[in-house]
């Protein structure tokens, strides 16, 4: 079968950096997206990786291991707007979609 | 602009009702899906159509079914036989479609369905 993990909730305050993780198992791998939610609303594109390492745009990276079925999205500077669900999605034997970690940004 | 509009925003269905949720895309995505949402959770899909006039099961397509008649339109069925079928509803589209895609998703704003 197929599995996504992700922390639940997370809390980190305006101007700092967070790391949001995600780890999955698939027998069949073609790549990782991540997605913003706000509450309410629909899921915006963030980040997609297919080979290993880091990809950089602007104030969000995004990492992937295929080795470690690892992926991490890394939020710099942070702002109040970021306050969000963020959800990563595994294209593999099916597409799936983590939980979701919900990320507080306090002042 | 181009997007995808759903509609209605909210939905209210009565015990053995079906109803449908309509999905229309003006992107020229060839692939569109439908996600099921529950509170404090991630996406499950439910459907999903490469092509028109050809569609796929997802995770959990029991009481839903689907139709693609024009590229542009995928409406999803939620019949009675989902016995809870409360919940957020999202479709989304794509370029190309599953599995070797790596085009993102694009979504509609959700429709919200719950039971009266």
């Known amino acids: 079968g197929q599995n996504i993990d992700q922390p639940t909730e997370m809390t980190a305050t305006e101007g700092a950096i967070v790391q949001i993780n995600c780890t999955y198992q698939t027998s069949g791998f073609n790549g990782l997206f991540w997605y913003q939610q706000h509450a309410g609303e629909a899921p915006t594109f963030l980040s997609y990786n297919v080979l290993d390492g880091l990809e950089e745009k602007g104030r969000f990276s995004s990492f992937l291991s295929r080795s470690k079925g690892y992926s991490y999205l890394l939020l710099k500077e942070l702002q109040m707007k970021d306050s969000a669900s963020y959800l990563c999605?595994?294209?593999?034997?099916?597409?799936?979609f983590g939980p979701g970690t919900r990320l507080s940004v306090l002042p | 602009d181009g997007g995808i509009t759903q509609s209605p925003k909210y939905l209210f269905r009565k015990e053995g009702q079906n109803v449908t949720l309509s999905c229309e895309q003006n992107l020229n995505h060839d692939a569109m899906y439908w996600y099921r949402q529950d509170p404090g959770q991630g996406l499950r899909l439910i459907y999903y159509s490469q092509i028109v006039n050809d569609f796929q099961k997802g995770d959990i397509a029991e009481g839903y079914s689907v139709s693609r008649e024009k590229k542009e339109s995928f409406p999803l069925t939620v019949t009675s036989a989902q016995k809870n079928p409360t919940a957020f509803y999202l479709c989304a589209s794509s370029i190309q479609g599953l599995p070797y895609s790596n085009q993102p998703q694009h979504f509609g704003d959700g429709t919200r369905l719950s039971i009266l």
């Open positions: 999605a595994v294209n593999g034997q099916n597409f799936v």
